[in-house]
């Protein structure tokens, strides 16, 4: 008798992934290794979420992640700007120094 619920999808899941004759085992595992060197536990990948509930909480959450991101985002590229634009003041500076320099040595 097949297992139902959320073990028996597991089962399935497993069972089909090392008949696959293309290597996606291994492939899933190296993807593993990559994004999870320390092998910490992701919760919801290797045990889908059947409750709405929970998925919607997540899905909040991962809202949040990515509003905070995209705010670092603009403040790193408004340093990036600024930074530019000093530099941009300095060279100016420093050209003007120099002009100044020579146009006083000609003069003498």
């Known amino acids: ?8 999808c597991i089962r399935y899941f497993k069972e089909a992934v090392v008949a696959d ?6 492939w899933f595992e190296h ?4 994004w999870n060197p ?3 536990p992701f919760p919801g990948v290797a045990q889908p979420t059947l409750d709405p509930k929970e998925i919607e909480r997540k899905i909040v959450e991962l809202k949040a992640v990515e509003s905070w ?10 340093t990036i700007k600024t930074m530019e634009m ?4 300095l060279e100016t500076m420093h050209e003007a ?6 146009s006083g040595k000609k003069a003498k």
């Open 31 to 34: 993807f593993q290794k990559m």
């Open 21 to 26: 004759e293309f290597g996606s085992k291994e």
């Open 97 to 102: 120094a120099q002009q100044s320099g020579k």
């Open 38 to 40: 320390m092998n910490f």
């Open 1 to 8: 008798m097949p297992e139902t619920g959320v073990d028996g």
């Open 86 to 89: 000093q530099k941009a003041a």
């Open 69 to 78: 991101l995209k705010t670092n985002v603009g403040m790193v590229e408004m």
